[in-house]
């Protein structure tokens, strides 16, 4: 810029103008003075203005560094990796230090590579990409995936944008890392589709892949299984042992059930209790049975969970495409219907669908208002089953149970309305009249002078925890007139361990009015051993699933006998219900078990067939079952 400006002022006057701008004070000693002294002022003058002006540009270049160190500085720094595409080739040709890091490039210098070989997606969105890139248009939010380094291809969200550099076309492509978005959005996927509790695919996932299975079997013929699992006695484990155990158990059931059925079938959690099986690809229909008899063996076995070993079943349902339905629905509730059958048979079981379910189904949907009517038009009615001392072969008691034979549909087993009836609010109604019914029976017998020593009347725990429970009670035993201790109340141990103080408080009111009261099926999986001290009960009832495999399992035959003998140790009464052969008679009675009771015996019987019974000596060899009660007392 010196020589620029010295080249300007070759004549006097061009320099004389210089002067009067840059030095006003000497403009008219100029006219007059020497050139010499002139020449020298202008040049000094001069000489400033170029350093000023010299130190004026460097300063702008200084702060255009400055801002470019800045510019580098904050984009080196930021978290998003940034790419710079050339528009016209596709080729990546910078980036700032995250996506240098990020494709393994360090500081090194970035070479240029095509894009199509960092970032990848489905084929409409990186049409998109290169699209808005050759375009010059913005495009926020395209989610891609980018090849990192040791890292196999790493989700990316981008954005990219349009700019020039010397005239030159580039687009900015900016990323960020979403693995842990996509993480979190697996996870909510997997949570909406999956049980959480059991890992299991949950109802949604096994509708859609029943779906799936049911399409893929029409197109080829095939054959497809849907099995509806309940657990048996699960509600008396949660009641009983509490809400971890209880989760605990469905755990084990889930990975029970996964063990047994094949490679390539969906075990799910339809909620609850309740489990389903999608069997696809099945040869012929008898397969399905084969893996239904797996799973109800499988069930049988005890679960150990922690300080507790569970004994549950579970009864099961079994549908078969085409045969019982040819879409999802019908399949699903044809399973449930023919699940529903085999609780109704006494649990433990599977049963395959028939038709005449369905119109059982129609029928259980009007159950709630024939049970009202049922007791108003005398469908109702007292079985009476004898309990055996195991001792004298003599009765020594009655259990009363609850018989329905409906004009329209004959007889219903317990096992189908007793439940409609605690669900719909019927059972403080129901018991009510059973109870009464059993009281005004016994001292009608009494009357006649027939010695009914007692007869059982079970209580729902629903009834127990009813506040007017006790009340009711005394109530009906004035309103009869009937002995008291010929009446015994049969308990479950689901209230005890939801309020101990109150169901202990229940009891003793209930002993106080001189009943007695006995624990009922115990051995279902939910019994305590410390409730037998902890509450006041007169007799212990095994349940039958106690003693089952009594004859073939030690383990059996050393649980039985423990209840045995802390049970004659506290003073308590053994009763084994559910006894059916000889071999299991005359182990119980080896064991010391006090009372019998079970079909090997006796049947449960009507009201006018117990008089008749007693009559003739109220001895079990008045009937033809009783010849093998005989043979296993012998022992004494």
Not at 134 to 147: F, I, P, Q, S, Y
Not at 156 to 171: F, K, N, Q, T, W
Not at 294 to 299: I, K
Not at 397 to 421: C, D
């Amino acid at each position: 810029m010196k020589f620029e400006l010295e080249a300007s002022i070759n004549r006097r006057s061009a320099l004389v103008a210089v002067m009067a701008c840059l030095v006003p004070g000497v403009a008219a000693a100029s006219l007059s003075g020497s050139t010499t002294v002139l020449w020298g002022i202008a040049v000094a003058g001069l000489s400033v203005t170029a350093i000023g002006l010299g130190i004026k540009a460097r300063e702008r270049l200084g702060r255009r560094r400055d801002q470019h160190t800045l510019h580098h500085s904050a984009m080196n720094a930021m978290s998003e990796g940034v790419l710079f595409i050339c528009v016209r080739s596709g080729v990546a040709l910078d980036g700032n230090r995250t996506a240098r890091n990020v494709l393994g490039l360090d500081d090194v210098d970035f070479p240029p590579t095509p894009l199509c070989e960092v970032v990848e997606g489905e084929p409409a969105i990186m049409a998109a990409l290169l699209e808005s890139i050759t375009d010059g248009r913005r495009v926020d939010r395209l989610e891609l995936a980018l090849w990192g380094r040791g890292r196999g291809p790493i989700p990316i969200e981008v954005s990219v944008a349009p700019i020039e550099h010397r005239g030159m076309p580039l687009a900015t492509l900016v990323f960020r890392d979403i693995t842990e978005r996509r993480q979190a959005q697996d996870r909510a996927r997997h949570f909406a589709y999956h049980d959480p509790l059991t890992g299991l695919p949950n109802r949604l996932l096994f509708q859609d892949r029943l779906a799936s299975s049911l399409a893929q079997a029409e197109r080829a013929g095939e054959h497809l299984g849907v099995i509806f699992i309940d657990v048996d006695h699960f509600k008396e484990v949660n009641d009983t042992l509490g809400h971890e155990v209880g989760d605990a158990l469905l755990q084990g059931v889930a990975e029970r059930l996964s063990s047994v059925v094949r490679v390539g079938d969906a075990v799910a959690r339809q909620g609850g209790d309740e489990f389903m099986v999608l069997l696809p690809r099945l040869v012929v229909d008898a397969e399905s049975v084969a893996i239904a008899e797996r799973l109800v063996q499988a069930m049988r076995e005890p679960f150990r969970l922690g300080v507790h070993e569970v004994r549950v079943s579970a009864s099961i349902g079994v549908s078969v495409y085409p045969r019982d339905g040819r879409d999802a629905e019908s399949l699903v509730r044809h399973a449930d219907l023919a699940m529903y059958q085999s609780k109704e048979r006494g649990r433990d079981a599977f049963t395959l669908f028939d038709d005449s379910l369905n119109d059982r189904a129609t029928c259980v949907l009007e159950m709630r208002p024939r049970l009202e009517r049922a007791m108003e038009q005398d469908e109702l009615s007292i079985h009476y089953q004898p309990q055996i001392d195991a001792r004298s072969a003599q009765v020594v008691g009655f259990e009363a149970l609850l018989r329905w034979k409906s004009v329209e549909l004959g007889w219903i087993p317990p096992a189908t309305f007793i439940p409609v009836a605690e669900e719909t609010g019927l059972m403080g109604q129901l018991g009510h009249w059973v109870l009464f019914t059993v009281c005004t029976q016994v001292k009608a017998w009494c009357d006649a002078g027939i010695d009914v020593p007692r007869v059982s009347v079970n209580a729902s725990t629903k009834q127990l925890a009813d506040r007017a429970f006790v009340d009711m009670v005394r109530r009906t035993l004035v309103s009869t007139g009937v002995d008291p201790k010929r009446i015994e109340l049969e308990v479950t141990e689901g209230l005890a361990v939801k309020d101990p103080e109150g169901t202990r408080r229940i009891l003793d009111e209930l002993k106080s009015l001189g009943l007695r009261v006995a624990l009922d099926d115990f051995g279902t999986g939910t019994s305590s051993l410390s409730n037998l001290r902890r509450f006041p009960f007169d007799r212990l009832k095994m349940h039958r699933d106690l003693h089952h495999g009594l004859v073939d399992s030690r383990a059996d035959q050393a649980m039985v006998q423990s209840v045995v003998s802390l049970a004659d140790s506290l003073g308590i009464e053994v009763v084994a219900s559910g006894v059916e052969t000889s071999d299991q008679l005359r182990l119980l009675c080896e064991m010391g078990c006090d009372v019998l009771q079970g079909f090997g015996l006796a049947r449960p019987m009507p009201s006018e067939d117990v008089a008749r019974f007693l009559k003739s000596g109220g001895s079990v060899n008045a009937f033809e079952t009783g010849q093998h009660l005989q043979e296993a007392l012998s022992i004494h």
